[in-house]
């Protein structure tokens, strides 16, 4: 199955969940060859393609590639994919990346000024809760209609209704994140007209950890689900992820149970660190499943956006370097996302790559120091995402780009279990730890020289390795709140609060502002406090 391409029958479905409150269609039509909502399941195939369609989400903006016929309405389309707008939620709004578009909301992101009026913020929103819909929407298709399926079928069908759990708990779990406190709706609330109720975080994070837990017997085994589709392992991980940020999400600390579902990937058998770390992130990355547990599947000849890994790479390149041989890209770039100087310099003191060679920076024409921070010359540039293969070769279309975004890697986990330890989790090894973490060192420095001992490895050590490691994967923005570091003047950056050296912000930017349109439609919302 292409998981990036929205199939015709998928396509379809998603015209109908916007409209499936309607009676009218719940009416069979007398002409046969007509499809709705009532006729659509009659194929059992359609569970599978209306799957493609959830999983699509990630990447894809609407019905026609990568413009038209798009499901969130904006000035440019590629604002609405997941992928584009949680990238920028988590990066440009931190240490790691400062854009020198000069768009309003964006300057907004990485100042720490935004306002419930933020159209990128909106945007966000949006997508998190149209693609929770859509998950909705299925889970009450498998419902009402795998009793007609023969037996075999019907397994088959379980485990799809599993996996739409799993993303649906994802995105909810993005939302609470983001958002803290977010309306709730699921399968059980029929389609129809109503304002839909807002749940508290720390009950929003109940319901995530109960939703993976329950799906665990149903998904595929770690690594035999079809490529780009989620497993047991998967759902793992994410769990892993939840419980290590529970004391802010619940209240509650919960790193014993952060450490319990790391050694589940850990003993599994099926994962192990690849031996090379920028090949990760090349455009033939489907090949180093050992390490990547979960991708973004993307492919530039059969699903087209300006919203997924197109927009991580295009938007990285610019100045000096070569696009069409290195990057695999024939635009030139977008010139817009680079790294803060404060990154690069408190993050690697060697920024050539040759002793960490995590270090993956292009310096050739650029200034470290950012003074203008519209200036793409200014800052040194991130190199870690390129549309080329291991081998050398350009992916299969010049702008829309082949490489997959790894939404889950085995890294990750490494660093979970690490610092969950450290933050004295019960059932942690402290060897065990420092093992995990000095394995990925190895890997970085190409032998032992980076190693560190155990009297460094702190809570302050983890955050800036996490940085190394994971920096532009999405995790930065989450990883700062967690450690108490994202607003406050205990953490400082080019250009945070609008300030060349950077300035304390405000507490309350620690969550977004639900968007001031939703407000207003819907009065069972209250706003986050400080907007």
Known sequence: MKLNKILTIAMLLSGVLGTSCMKSLDVKPQDPKIITSATVFDNPEAFKQFLAKLYATFSLTGQKGESGLPEISAPDEGTTAFIRGYWAAQEVTTDECINAWGDGGLVEYHG????????????MYQRLFINISYCNEFIRAVDENISKLDGSMQGEVSRYKAEARFLRAYYYMCAMDLFGNVPFVTEADKPGAFLPKQIKRAELFTYVESELKAILPEMA?????????????????????????AQVYAGQARYNDCITYCNEILNAGNYSLHDNYAELFLADNHKWKEEIIMPVATDGANSRSYGDMTFVIHAAVGGSMDAANIYGIASGGWGGNRMTTSFVTSKFADPSGATDSRAIFHTDGQT?????????????????FKNVTSDGAVGVNSTFVDTDYPLIRLAEIYLNYAEATVRGGAGGDASKALE?????RERAYGDNSGNITSGQ????????ERGRELYWEGFRRTDLVRFGRFTGNTL???????????TGTDSHFNVFPIPASDLSLNTNLEQNPGY
């Open 112 to 123: 720490h000024l935004w306002s419930d009026q933020n159209s990128y913020i909106k945007l």
């Open 221 to 245: 085994d770690p690594g035999a689900n079809e490529y780009g589709r989620a497993d047991r392992a998967a759902a793992w991980a994410i769990l892993s992820r939840l419980y290590l940020n």
């Open 368 to 384: 470290l120091t950012i003074t203008h921070p519209n200036v793409f010359l200014e800052g040194y540039l991130c190199g870690k």
């Open 436 to 440: 995990l973490v000095n394995d990925l």
């Open 457 to 464: 490895l702190t809570l302050d050590f983890l955050l800036d």
């Open 492 to 502: 400082l950056w080019d250009w945070k609060g609008n300030v060349m050296n950077g």
